[in-house]
């Protein structure tokens, strides 16, 4: 138990459909992330968010879609997606962004993506 | 950008054997990172190390931080079947927030 929470842990989407990554820590972080683990791939960073202001977006194609209401939850938002975006998708959160902060990202379970 | 490159990429050691790995970068870090993922888990910090030529140790595990600054090992001793998974660096500047990750190794253990 890492204090990040993934749900769901396994979602298959169609194409056209629209659906939602939820992610929840509970560690009283301040920076919360989003990346994208493919298979023999490195761990690719979407997003990042500091303080509920997205502070980091690495060229990500609009079908997805990020949502910080607060410091606790994170949203990724898909829809019209490819079958090349099947992955598994983590979550993380570190104390702070940058400043102050030992570098240490707590990370989810996951949650596996299949776009079929 | 900054890229790391992770060596081996995969290994096949028999239990109670030793392992190395490790990471380079064309570029400075001030701060090295070493994550562990289990079977269908997310990553987990096994050592962070922060200062060039440190040389940190976490039971079995011994990580050093290079003294050019870039790159890092990290040694596992006496290897045990839990510690199969996919092992990642990851190299970071403080100030610059983002940690840049390592391909991954990826460790089997055969008893």
């Known amino acids: 138990e890492t204090g990040v929470t993934q749900t769901p842990r396994h979602l298959v989407m169609g194409m056209t459909n629209k659906k939602s990554l939820k992610c929840e820590q509970h560690l009283g972080h301040n920076a919360m992330y989003w990346y994208k683990q493919s298979a023999k791939k490195p761990l690719e960073l979407m997003f990042v968010?500091?303080?509920?202001?997205?502070?980091e977006n690495n060229s990500v194609p609009s079908r997805f879609s990020p949502e910080c209401p607060n410091s606790s939850h994170l949203f990724l938002h898909l829809h019209t997606l490819q079958p090349e975006d099947s992955a598994l998708y983590l979550c993380?959160?570190?104390?702070?962004?940058?400043?102050?902060?030992?570098?240490?990202?707590?990370f989810g379970e996951g949650s596996r993506l299949t776009v079929l | 950008g900054q890229q790391l490159n992770q060596s081996p990429q995969s290994m096949f050691i028999q239990e109670g054997e030793d392992v190395s790995m490790n990471c380079t970068s064309s570029s400075i870090f001030n701060t090295w990172l070493w994550y562990k993922q289990d079977p269908g888990e997310g990553p987990v910090l096994l050592i962070a190390?922060?200062?060039?030529?440190e040389l940190t140790s976490n039971g079995r595990l011994t990580a050093q931080f290079g003294i050019t600054r870039k790159d890092s090992f990290l040694n596992i001793s006496a290897s045990i079947p839990s510690d199969v998974g996919i092992y990642f660096c990851?190299?970071?500047?403080?100030?610059?927030?983002?940690?840049?990750f390592g391909d991954g190794t990826t460790l089997t253990v055969k008893p």
């Open positions: 990851a190299g970071r500047n403080t100030n610059a927030g983002k940690s840049t």
């Open positions: 968010y500091s303080l509920e202001e997205r502070v």
């Open positions: 190390l922060y200062k060039a030529g």
């Open positions: 993380a959160s570190s104390q702070d962004w940058a400043q102050g902060d030992t570098g240490e990202l707590f």
